[in-house]
Nanobody, 123 residues
Framework: QVQLVESGGGSVQPGGSLRLSCVAS????????MAWFRQSPGKEREGIAG???????SYVDSVKRRFTISRDNAKNTLYLQMNSLNPEDSALYYC?????????????????WGQGTQVTISP
């Protein structure tokens, strides 16, 4: 049984930082492309950062130079370091794992999803 479990969300002030983690079980982590998506109320889920099996990262423009995606295959863990957070970053953050080829930011590329961790940025 495959499980992805996110953690690290919370409530911080604008300008603050958070580090999200996603621990995977039931898969060979190094075989999968991984990504972080987020969804805020009334908006579609969007891909914000992806990392392929060799560790090459990709980002959506809105988080470039603020967020860093990384992975530790030995620990079956995906990370997202988020700095300079602003209220527009408030959302439910999901991690995803997939082996299907395609654009990293498209949801149908991913086979497995976590339940999400809430991030809230407010004064």
């Amino acid at each position: 049984q495959v499980q992805l479990v996110e953690s690290g969300g919370g409530s911080v002030q604008p300008g603050g930082s958070l580090r999200l983690s996603c621990v995977a079980s039931g898969i060979t982590h190094s075989d999968y492309c991984m990504a972080w998506f987020r969804q805020s109320p009334g908006k579609e889920r969007e891909g914000i950062a992806g990392i392929d099996s060799d560790g090459s990262p990709s980002y959506v423009d809105s988080v470039k130079r603020r967020f860093t995606i990384s992975r530790d295959n030995a620990k079956n863990t995906l990370y997202l370091q988020m700095n300079s957070l602003n209220p527009e970053d408030s959302a439910l953050y999901y991690c995803a794992a997939g082996r299907t080829g395609g654009h990293w930011y498209t949801q149908n590329m991913y086979d497995y999803w976590g339940q999400g961790t809430q991030v809230t940025i407010s004064p």
